[in-house]
């Protein structure tokens, strides 16, 4: 048998090896898969089916029994450049200052708790989570659901919208919430890191994240562009509650709208309303938590 100068063992990223000697004389080589790796393989919930895309290019899930969709946000392929607690920018998931906003205690705040706290525990697990494809709208009998071409649901408050946005799913191994900011501002983070939107197109003056259904939008968006909205459906919507704080009542309605212009068109807007206050522009997605 041949004898060699070095052994060389070689793995993709994420897998590690544990070397030991057995107790017949051999030595033992374990290809260990760390936690982090689980970003390049989502999780598929029971109930649900895998329906298109990879984990880094639109990664889609169905419920079987409706229909709705949710795209797979791989959080661990992102810059650490978010915050969880306000001040320090650090994190791979949390809010993003794209607007210079205040992200003081008294400004724009989300206290790691709750869901929140429980999301952070399922990211660190499986790498990433789920958001809704779609704005959330009614079925036929009026219940939550994530599925194209519908109606979103608007006239509804912060606290209904919370409500709903639970009921959609809640089950042994996943459970719906409405949007953190940690989550939104994730999504957008993937945007920029996945080449889909630069970090200038999200925050500045522009009117790209407008009506996509529009013919001059059409004519003039990239087929990178029109892609990314088409997995992700973030242009041409509602503005959408999420459960990000402003100063100590204030809820925070992130995004624009399709027949708004300029800023207000961007997907980084922040907007500060009373939780009480209904719109005809406003709706709202979810986000699933896999137990």
Not at 47 to 68: A, L, Q, T
Not at 86 to 105: L, P
Request: glycine share 8%; net charge negative.
């Amino acid at each position: 048998m041949k004898r060699y100068e070095k052994f060389v063992l070689e793995a993709e990223k994420g897998i590690t090896f544990e070397v030991s000697e057995g107790t017949m004389g051999e030595l033992i080589v374990r290809a260990i898969i760390t936690a982090n790796s689980n970003y390049v393989n989502p999780p598929i919930p029971w109930g649900y089916k895998h329906i298109c895309g990879e984990w880094n290019n639109g990664f889609v899930i169905e419920r079987i029994s409706d229909g709705s969709q949710f795209v797979w946000i791989p959080v661990e392929s992102l810059d650490s450049d978010g915050t969880l607690d306000g001040e320090h920018f650090s994190e791979k998931f949390g809010r993003r200052n794209y607007q210079n906003d205040n992200f003081s205690n008294i400004g724009y705040n989300e206290a790691l708790e709750g869901e929140l706290f429980e999301q952070l525990k399922s990211v660190k697990k499986y790498g990433g989570f789920y958001i809704s494809r779609y704005n959330i709208s009614k079925d036929s009998e009026g219940k939550p659901q994530s599925v194209k071409g519908a109606m979103p649901w608007v006239n509804i408050n912060f606290d209904e919208a919370k409500k709903v946005a639970s009921a959609l799913e809640d089950n042994e191994t996943v459970r719906s919430h409405l949007t953190f900011g940690a989550e939104y501002d994730s999504v957008l983070a993937w945007f920029i890191k996945s080449k889909s939107k630069t970090l200038d197109e999200i925050a500045r003056d522009s009117t790209e994240w407008g009506n996509y259904n529009s013919p001059e939008v059409l004519e003039t968006a990239s087929h990178e562009e029109w892609s990314a909205n088409n997995i992700y459906d973030f242009a041409g919507n509602v503005a959408e509650w999420t459960q990000e704080k402003h100063m100590y009542s204030h809820r925070v309605i992130r995004g624009g709208y399709d027949y708004g212009i300029g800023r207000k068109s961007t997907v980084s807007y922040r907007h500060c309303v009373h939780p009480i206050y209904r719109y005809n522009d406003t709706g709202f997605r979810a986000a699933l938590n896999i137990k």
